[in-house]
Nanobody
Framework: QVQLVESGGGLVRAGDSLRLSCAAS????????MAWFRQAPGKEREFVAR?????????YYTNSLKGRFTISRDNAKNTVYLQMNSLSPEDTAVYYC????????????WGQGTQVTVSS
């Protein structure tokens, strides 16, 4: 059974940085990709970034976060990271990681989420 476990969330001040981790267990991903989503209070879940498991680690970001957030992976650890810099209160949300085995398909696996709170 696949499990995705996020960690690294917390309470920080505006301008701080955080690195989130998402460790996958239950299978080794060699295709598809893994993504980060976030959901702020009262808002719909939104896509943040994704990275492919194979090839040259192709990455995609939502335009508004490009340059502040960086997604990366460690295949040996079956783990994906989200480095978040220059955080603002608008980044406050529950951050979820998700994985799929086919790029373009639905995300089959989801973590339980990690809370990120940015104070002003």
């Amino acid at each position: 059974q696949v499990q995705l476990v996020e960690s690294g969330g917390g309470l920080v001040r505006a301008g701080d940085s955080l690195r989130l981790s998402c460790a996958a267990s239950g299978r080794t991903f060699s295709s598809g990709d893994m993504a980060w989503f976030r959901q702020a209070p009262g808002k719909e879940r939104e896509f943040v970034a994704r990275i492919t498991w194979s090839g040259g680690s192709t990455t995609y970001y939502t335009n508004s976060l490009k340059g502040r957030f960086t997604i990366s992976r460690d295949n040996a650890k079956n783990t994906v990271y989200l480095q978040m810099n220059s955080l603002s209160p608008e980044d406050t949300a529950v951050y979820y990681c998700a994985a799929r085995t086919v790029v373009g398909g639905a995300y089959d696996f989801w973590g339980q989420g990690t809370q990120v709170t940015v104070s002003s």
